[in-house]
């Protein structure tokens, strides 16, 4: 039974946590702008699993710092968005190919590795752009194969 529901809702379950890691992000700021740090401070710690939280590559809202540096925001926020998009698809988003899978993680990889060899300093719109590419990337790509499995998996319990 528990088995069961989790197949139907399991692409629902992973969008409502990134959903909740996104509003978390946000909220942290605003908390802290009306003086509830003794909840936007456990808050901000707890998405540090997630997230180095670098200071000069964070966006501010009322001076106060999000919960998640800008790449790691852009990456859970298109994550979300294309897993929201999956959700409603009723799960019949085609795949992406791995080809362009790969090309779409390797403008990060180039921001992220150059910028710490020290080649030169990423910014803001490169961290942005290059997380949204990579978040939409992996979830386009993972999110229809899981389902493609199950599909499969579920196809041949039926033929047994």
Same mark, same amino acid.
């Given at each position: 039974?528990? !088995?069961?529901?989790?197949?139907?809702?399991?692409?629902?379950?992973?969008?409502?946590?990134? =959903?909740?890691?996104?509003?978390?992000?946000?909220?942290? /700021?605003?908390?802290?702008?009306? #003086?509830?740090?003794?909840?936007?401070? /456990?808050?901000?710690?707890?998405?540090?699993?997630?997230?180095?939280?670098?200071?000069?590559?964070?966006?501010?809202?009322? #001076?106060?710092?999000?919960?998640?540096?800008?790449?790691?925001?852009?990456?859970?926020?298109?994550?979300?968005? =294309?897993?929201?998009?999956?959700?409603?698809?009723?799960?019949?988003?085609? =795949?992406?190919?791995?080809?362009?899978?790969?090309?779409?993680?390797? /403008?990060?990889?180039?921001? !992220?590795?150059?910028?710490?060899?020290?080649?030169?300093?990423?910014?803001?719109?490169?961290?942005?752009?290059? !997380?949204?590419?990579? =978040?939409? #990337?992996?979830?386009?790509?993972?999110?229809?194969?899981?389902?493609?499995?199950?599909?499969?998996?579920?196809?041949?319990?039926?033929?047994?």
């Amino acid at each position: 039974m528990l !088995g069961e529901w989790l197949l139907n809702y399991w692409a629902t379950i992973i969008t409502t946590v990134l =959903g909740l890691i996104v509003a978390t992000a946000v909220s942290i /700021p605003f908390l802290s702008y009306f #003086g509830l740090d003794a909840i936007a401070k /456990p808050l901000f710690f707890s998405l540090h699993f997630v997230c180095a939280q670098v200071p000069s590559h964070s966006f501010y809202i009322f #001076g106060h710092q999000l919960g998640l540096c800008e790449r790691n925001f852009s990456i859970y926020v298109s994550m979300f968005l =294309g897993s929201l998009v999956f959700v409603l698809s009723k799960k019949r988003m085609p =795949g992406l190919p791995w080809w362009l899978w790969i090309f779409m993680l390797l /403008p990060m990889v180039w921001d !992220g590795t150059t910028q710490m060899f020290g080649l030169r300093e990423s910014t803001w719109i490169l961290r942005i752009v290059t !997380g949204t590419l990579f =978040g939409l #990337g992996n979830i386009w790509f993972v999110l229809p194969l899981i389902q493609k499995s199950l599909d499969e998996t579920s196809t041949l319990q039926q033929a047994r």
